[in-house]
C-alpha cells in the first residue's frame, strides 16, 4: 500500500543543520526547520542511502509560481492532500512542472532513450553533495513548502523524496504509490519557486499506476 498519510507543510524556515557524522548505519539527513501555527516542525531530508552499492540523485529547479498553481493559494500549517493530480500532491514522472518531456513524445520513444534522458536531468553524487545541492535553495526566512509524510509523533515530515518506483524485493515496495513525492520547495522574493527534487538510484524513475517500476 502507499504511505499512510501525505501531505505539504508550509512554514517558515528557521534554521537548518546536517546530522553529524554517524559510524551507526543510519540515513545521513539535512535538517530543517520550518514553523506553523502549531510549531516548529523537524523536517528530515535524506540525502544518503547508507547503503554503498545505492547513491543519492537530484534536481534542482526553479519554476513559476502557475507550474504549482495549488500551492500559492495554501495557509500557513499542514495540509493533508489526497494523491491524486487534482488535489496538489506531487509526482516526479506525472507532474507537468517536473516532466523531463512532454508526455505524449516522451510515451513515443523507445525505452532506451527515455531512461537515457532521465538520468541525464538528474544529478549524482555524494550526500555531500547532495545536501550542498539542497543548501543552496535554503533561506532562512523564507516561506517553506515540505512535500512528504507527518511523523506519528511529534511535529515533522520525512519521506521528503520520491516514494515510488522502489524494486520488488526491497523494503520500500510496499510503499510505492503515484502522486505521494516529497519535494523542498523555498519561495523566492520574484514570486517563483526553488525546488529541490531527490530519488535514490534503485529507485525507477519509470512506473505503473500503482508506482512500482516498469
Known amino acids: 500500500m502507499p504511505l499512510d ?10 534554521e537548518h543543520h546536517r546530522d553529524p557524522p554517524d559510524e551507526q548505519g543510519r540515513w545521513f539527513h539535512v535538517n530543517l526547520t520550518v514553523a506553523a501555527p502549531a510549531g516548529h516542525y523537524r523536517c528530515a531530508v535524506d540525502v544518503d542511502s547508507k547503503q554503498s552499492a545505492t547513491g543519492v540523485q537530484w534536481r534542482v529547479l526553479t519554476l513559476p509560481a502557475d507550474r504549482l498553481p495549488t500551492l500559492g493559494t495554501l495557509a500557513t500549517g499542514y495540509h493533508p ?24 513524445l ?21 550526500h555531500l553533495q547532495a545536501a550542498t545541492a539542497l543548501e543552496s535553495i535554503l533561506t532562512p526566512g523564507a ?4 512535500f512528504g509524510e507527518p ?16 524494486p520488488a524485493g526491497s523494503q520500500w515496495w510496499a510503499e510505492n504509490g503515484t502522486w505521494q513525492d516529497g519535494t523542498t520547495v523555498v519561495f523566492r522574493p520574484d514570486g517563483r519557486y526553488d525546488v529541490f527534487l531527490s530519488k535514490f538510484t534503485s529507485q525507477s524513475y519509470e512506473t505503473d499506476d500503482a508506482g512500482h517500476p516498469r
Open 143 to 146: 516561506r517553506t513548502a515540505i
Open 151 to 166: 511523523f506519528t509523533r511529534g511535529l515533522g515530515m520525512h519521506n521528503i523524496h520520491q516514494n515510488q518506483g522502489d
Open 106 to 126: 516522451t510515451a513515443l520513444l523507445p525505452p532506451a532513450v527515455r531512461r537515457w534522458l532521465a538520468a541525464r536531468a538528474w544529478s549524482s553524487g555524494s
Open 81 to 104: 492532500l489526497a494523491t491524486t493530480s487534482s488535489s496538489g500532491a506531487l509526482d516526479y514522472p506525472r507532474h507537468p512542472a517536473f516532466r523531463l518531456t512532454d508526455g505524449c
Open 5 to 14: 498519510h501525505y501531505g505539504v507543510l508550509v512554514g517558515t524556515l528557521t
